[in-house]
């Protein structure tokens, strides 16, 4: 497992983000502000599981559900962008999200901070 650096986006300039390569199973920090973007180069399609942290809850219009850890498919040759997580749903006791790849050859990342808007 390896841990993240998180890259800010400066409201003047903007962010290029730095991707690095994945392990099979990675964390960042998450401040609710906190995106990833993944860059699948290689030539199958990537599965990206975000683990939550909150198995069960209670919704108001269904009364009590199952959340499982959501999945999502980066194409080969593609890119895609995580939505920002909820801390209270997927961070751990540490304040950080764990995120799998069901494959990292060819896959980077990049954790990217939202600053307040200008």
Do not use: E, H
Not at 6 to 27: F, H, K, M, N, R
Not at 55 to 68: F, Q, R
Not at 73 to 101: C, E, H, I, M, W
């Amino acid at each position: 497992m390896a841990a993240m650096t998180i890259q800010t986006i400066d409201p003047t300039t903007g962010l290029a983000p730095t991707y690095g390569a994945v392990t099979s199973s990675d964390t960042f920090a998450n401040d609710g502000k906190t995106s990833l973007y993944v860059r699948n180069a290689s030539g199958s399609s990537v599965t990206v599981t975000v683990t939550s942290q909150v198995t069960a809850a209670t919704d108001a219009d269904l009364g009590p559900v199952t959340l499982t850890s959501p999945t999502f498919t980066v194409g080969a040759g593609a890119d895609r962008v995580l939505p920002f997580l909820k801390p209270a749903r997927y961070n751990d006791a540490s304040g950080t999200v764990t995120v799998g790849y069901s494959a990292t050859t060819s896959v980077t990342a990049a954790a990217v901070q939202f600053p307040r808007p200008l």
